[in-house]
């Protein structure tokens, strides 16, 4: 007998968050999808007993073990490459999956063929819903950002269109980007578009892939219904200080690869020197907390 296709692949970049991913792996198969699923994990070299704890305790995961931390992207594109479903699921490993979740995302892109793909309603450990969606960071928008615009007018639907203050977490809406802890995609947005851009290897890859998708003609979706619990932060609060540098090189990269005009460079500018200065300012005050 033919096996059955499979509808939903699952893949989980792991790094060092054993707790968190056994976890994780423990909802996807308590709350399974009703249609054939797989799950792919790539483990980017942990020294925490990650991939051991799967191979042990979920022998059905098709584990990719890499001998050196990849990075975010790059282990995402690993395990895209071995996916074989209609629909694909990039998940953190700091997540429990909600009753129902996985399959009112799927019938959600079978039902929406122009959404390219979802993100989903995130609940904090403290049952607060997160901010877990934000605009693209355009010239305005990282203007903005490094002028201290969007704090100032946190409500702005103009000068806040980074930050997104005034979004509600309770209705369906088309955005730029959820973030990337539950980031489903349908099969077709995936062979046009693309994998992720492994010159992101952390930060700002899923905000490129949302972008090209919207380039390529596709929506995104925020979906409410779709909820899952998130912890937030696992891995990369374990390197915080080095993170802080990740992120503003992250934003800064994809506005040199969206944004080449000359006209765009005064904005560039000044983003740059505020980036540096903010990541140098968090990453001095946490080696300071840490000390």
Not at 61 to 72: F, K, M, T
């Amino acid at each position: 007998m033919a096996e059955e296709p499979v509808t939903l692949s699952i893949v989980i970049v792991n790094w060092n968050t054993c707790g968190f991913l056994v976890n994780a792996l423990a909802s996807i198969y308590e709350h399974a999808p009703s249609e054939a699923f797989e799950v792919i994990v790539v483990d980017n070299s942990s020294s925490d007993g990650s991939a051991e704890a799967v191979a042990e305790r979920f022998p059905q995961v098709e584990l990719i073990r890499n001998s050196a931390n990849e990075g975010y992207a790059k282990g995402n594109n690993m395990g895209l490459a071995r996916a074989s479903g209609q629909f694909v699921l990039l998940l953190n490993p700091d997540v429990i999956v909600l009753p129902g979740t996985l399959d009112r995302a799927v019938a959600y892109l079978r039902e929406h063929p122009d959404v390219g793909a979802i993100g989903a309603r995130q609940i904090g450990a403290d049952d607060v819903v997160q901010r877990s969606v934000r605009g693209f960071p355009t010239p305005l928008a990282v203007a903005s950002e490094a002028l201290g615009l969007s704090r100032l007018f946190p409500n702005s639907r103009m000068l806040s269109r980074y930050r997104m203050n005034w979004f509600t977490y309770d209705r369906e809406m088309d955005v730029d980007q959820p973030m990337g802890t539950f980031l489903m995609i349908s099969r077709d947005a995936l062979s046009r578009v693309g994998h992720l851009d492994e010159r992101f290897p952390i930060f700002f890859n899923e905000v490129d892939w949302c972008y090209r998708a919207k380039q390529a003609g596709f929506r995104i979706v925020f979906v409410p219904e779709v909820s899952i619990i998130h912890y937030g932060g696992a891995s990369t609060r374990l390197v915080a200080a080095e993170m802080a540098w990740e992120s503003r090189r992250g934003l800064l990269a994809y506005y040199r690869k969206h944004y080449r005009a000359a006209y765009h460079w005064p904005v560039y500018a000044l983003a740059a020197a505020t980036s540096w200065l903010h990541a140098w300012y968090c990453s001095s005050r946490r080696r300071r907390e840490g000390s």
